[in-house]
């Protein structure tokens, strides 16, 4: 099934926003319900016409219920502001997983598995539904397994497609520019100047036009 049947077929679940992060706050029987980690599930404005879609919370997000309130939000802020997006006016920020998959071996936390982005992607198709955006971007490759069901984000990266008459971007994670801090041509870090460049004349386009 594409992404964009799906995206019809999740319709009408629930009847707001408010209604969707209720039913997440109580959800008890998803993958991670006894990982021992709290749901965390969004900031920003739910007015934006920008949704961003992160992969999972990690330890400072589970502790302070927020997405992207660590080291990689921190860069992820200064990403959007160097577009002039405010990140708390312009944009709404949630992720594909609602609750920090706890790691093994001494680590704080783990990738999500398969299982986990295909159990909470109907919610991330409501929140795309409820917040009704002009623009979505997709950190990473878990953002885009769950909403283009890919992967491959180096390729995948800087190339707008179409989901139900939104524009999709998928853009490198700010966790993965952490650990490729290189600016010179053609880096990550360039490459990601580039995409969000990119982004804010799309968003200048649609919200121009009415
Ligand atoms: N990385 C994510 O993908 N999401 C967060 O909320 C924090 C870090």
New binding site residues.
């Given amino acids: 099934m594409s992404a964009v049947d799906m995206f019809s077929q999740e319709t009408s679940k629930f009847a707001s926003l408010e209604a969707l992060i209720n039913a997440l706050k109580q959800m008890k029987d998803d993958p991670l319900a006894n990982a021992g980690t709290n749901v ?1 599930i969004s900031r920003g404005n739910p007015e934006a016409k920008l949704l961003l879609i ?5 330890p400072e ?1 589970n502790v302070r219920g927020k ?2 309130v ?1 080291r ?2 921190q860069l992820l802020d200064k990403i959007l502001q160097a577009a002039n997006f405010d990140p708390e006016k312009d944009v709404y920020i949630t ?1 594909s997983v609602f609750r920090m998959p706890p790691g093994e071996e001494g680590k704080a936390f783990r990738k999500p598995t398969d299982q986990e982005i295909e159990y909470y992607r109907p919610y991330v198709f409501e929140m795309i539904r409820l917040i009704d955006p002009r623009v979505i971007l997709l ?2 490759n878990v953002a885009c397994q769950s909403v283009l069901r890919k992967t491959g984000i180096t390729s995948l990266r800087g190339k707008w497609s179409q989901l139900g008459g939104r524009w999709v971007m998928p853009i490198y ?1 700010p ?1 993965y520019l952490l650990r490729n801090p290189a600016r010179d041509p053609g880096s990550p870090k360039a490459q990601m100047w580039d995409d969000i460049r990119e982004v804010r004349k799309k968003y200048d386009e649609l919200t121009a036009q009415n």
């Avoid at 992160?54 to 990690?58: D, M, Q, S, T, V």
Wanted: no cysteine; glycine share 30%; net charge negative.
């Fill in positions: 965390v992160g992969e999972a919370p990690g997000e997405p992207f660590g990689a939000g992720n950190t990473g994670h966790s």
